[in-house]
T-cell receptor
Framework: AQKVTQAQTEISVVEKEDVTLDCVYE???????LFWYKQPPSGELVFLIR??????QNEISGRYSWNFQKSTSSFNFTITASQVVDSAVYFC??????????????FGSGTRLLVRP | EPEVTQTPSHQVTQMGQEVILRCVPI?????FYWYRQILGQKVEFLVS????????KSEIFDDQFSVERPDGSNFTLKIRSTKLEDSAMYFC???????????FGPGTRLTVT
């Protein structure tokens, strides 16, 4: 079965702390894509990153970095020097690549991050 | 920067009424999706649409739901007879290709009373 697990329901940190959001996925596919989306309090879903299963290089974008580990089926997201504006719900998602799939996103339950001043 | 737009932002309706949620995907995108998010829960897939037909639908997307692309720009979700449990945020998304990132609209909050 295709599944994404975000075990951390809510995390609270003080501004400037580093924080890591965990994502563990299950899939039978050998080729798949993983995503992170941010949902700020205003409610929209903002695309952050896409990673394919063949590319295990870690990625850094400013204060954001992602650690993809196929061996542990994890795709963790770290925010360095967190800021109040990072407060949001963060969703990890998997694209189902079965032959008859329409490439729908399968979302985890999300992690609510609260960054306190 | 192009973006997906959705109208209305909030719709309140009575149980049993029909509602139509509207979306304008990004203009060069070919794949269209509807998702919903019940308050405080995960985002769930409803339906995908490509080449003027449904590609896949979830078990949530029963006979009360339908989608349409009535012209070259709009993509609509219709719920024929709303139920209390249809209250949720409904997101439209589009992508340029099948494995490209999906861009989401701001959502329509549907409240069924």
């Amino acid at each position: 079965a295709q599944k994404v697990t975000q075990a951390q329901t809510e995390i609270s940190v003080v501004e400037k702390e580093d924080v890591t959001l965990d994502c563990v996925y299950e899939t039978r596919d050998t080729t798949y894509y993983l995503f992170w989306y941010k949902q700020p309090p205003s409610g929209e879903l903002v695309f952050l990153i896409r990673r394919n299963s063949f590319d295990e290089q870690n990625e850094i974008s400013g204060r954001y970095s992602w650690n993809f580990q196929k061996s542990t089926s994890s795709f963790n997201f770290t925010i360095t020097a967190s800021q109040v504006v990072d407060s949001a719900v963060y969703f990890c998602a998997l694209v189902d690549l079965r032959k008859d799939s329409s490439y729908k996103l399968i979302f985890g339950s999300g992690t609510r991050l609260l960054v306190r001043p | 920067e192009p973006e997906v737009t959705q109208t209305p932002s909030h719709q309140v309706t009575q149980m049993g009424q029909e509602v139509i949620l509207r979306c304008v995907p990004i203009s060069n995108h070919l794949y269209f999706y509807w998702y919903r998010q019940i308050l405080g829960q995960k985002v769930e897939f409803l339906v995908s649409f490509y080449n003027n037909e449904i590609s896949e639908k979830s078990e949530i997307f029963d006979d009360q739901f339908s989608v349409e692309r009535p012209d070259g720009s709009n993509f609509t979700l219709k719920i024929r007879s709303t139920k209390l449990e249809d209250s949720a945020m409904y997101f439209c998304a589009s992508s340029v290709g099948d494995l490209y990132e999906q861009y989401f609209g701001p959502g329509t909050r549907l409240t069924v009373t």
